[in-house]
């Protein structure tokens, strides 16, 4: 699998890696995961890894350095990414549900339950 480091730590043996398969990401910690003696993987890298999931956590091993620097700009991105549009768009909130609604003339599921949603505006 590729994926691209957003966080790493050579003092700690340390790195986090945002994999292409948009799951979970990975955790790398120490030396012997990574391939070949190479340098310690760094923010902005485009490595290749394999993984697994032990303990609810995603671990990254034989990780190997595709591309060095390849995606410097990736970590500020997406720690940007986070907090400005949610300021912006509107919150959604339920503001009325019932379980058991009246049968309309279209289909619905048998106990399906009808909620209305309401866009505020969102305030701090």
């Known amino acids: 699998m590729i994926g691209v480091v957003v966080w790493s730590s050579a003092a700690k043996l340390k790195a986090v890696i945002w994999c292409e398969d948009q799951g979970a990401l990975a955790y790398l910690h120490g030396r012997d995961n990574v391939v070949g003696g190479s340098a310690w993987p760094e923010a902005g890298d485009m490595v290749e890894l394999e993984s697994e999931v ?3 956590l995603r671990h990254a091993f034989n990780v190997r350095i595709v591309t060095e620097r390849k995606f410097v700009e990736l970590p500020g991105i997406l720690r940007d990414a986070g907090a400005e549009p949610a300021a912006r768009r509107p919150a959604l909130k339920v503001v009325s549900s019932q379980e058991n609604p009246v049968q309309r003339k279209e289909a ?3 106990g399906a339950a009808l909620v209305s949603l309401s866009a505020g505006s969102r305030r701090g």
């Open 108 to 110: 619905r599921p048998q």
């Open 54 to 56: 032990r303990s609810d």
